[in-house]
């Protein structure tokens, strides 16, 4: 018997014969972080951004973009045909903070004060320490390294204060502007997922991107 087994007997755990090599040592898992996150979504700033709730303020704003097919394309979503496809949305989300559930940060242009778009933990495992971004943004922004600047924010705040150890996004194959944000928030391809869903009358494939705490660590420590 080696020293593992003879730890994990004491620990007295079941039959730990099978356990799974670790692969990483960092922080375990606090489920607790999760508890009243959405419900105090907390503000934060980049250079040229502010990231916030979405209140029902913003419904216009998030038509402008939102009603554009160019910039529903890729998402799994449809194009809003009207104000009201817009105001059910920003209810929704305002439901979900109330609620605790998983909701988007409204990203403010901060020269305008226009809402430009959204971005978003879509999922979050906090037993496994793992979350998944998604995001979206009105075509006349596109370019300017907006969306970088957010996603780079979150990944850095998703490690420093949601405890997170991975971080995922997810894109079409043929979104190759997305697929570039995830690379330059120092995200790595892991692979294709084969029509992992079904959108808009067919099965997709997606590209997996992620990041590692560790990955992250090393990218801060250069
Ligand atoms: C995808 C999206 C978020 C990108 O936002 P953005 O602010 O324009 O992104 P950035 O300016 O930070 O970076 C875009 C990068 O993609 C590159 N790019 C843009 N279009 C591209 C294309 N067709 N092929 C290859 N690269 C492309 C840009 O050159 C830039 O890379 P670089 O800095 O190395 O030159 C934005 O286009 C968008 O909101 N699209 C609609 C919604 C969407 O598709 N959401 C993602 C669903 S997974």
Known sequence: MDGLDEANREAGG???GDRLTTQSSGPAPDPSVREGFFRNLPVLETPRLILRPLTLDDVDDVYAYASD????RYTTWEAHRSLEDSRTFVEAMVRAYRD???????????????????????????????AELGYAMGRSYWGRGLMTEAV?????Y????????????????ENRASARVMEKAGMRHEGLLREVMYSKGRFIDLCLYAILRRDWEAAIAR
């Open 152 to 156: 780079c924010t979150l990944v850095d």
């Open 100 to 130: 605790d559930r998983n909701a988007p940060w409204a990203m403010v242009l901060r020269e305008t004060g226009r809402v430009i778009g959204t971005v978003d933990f879509v999922a979050w495992a906090p037993q496994h320490a793992r």
């Open 14 to 16: 079941p039959d730990q």
């Open 158 to 173: 998703g490690f420093r204060r949601m405890g997170l150890n991975r971080i995922e996004a997810r894109c079409i194959p």
């Open 69 to 72: 097919p160019e910039v529903a």
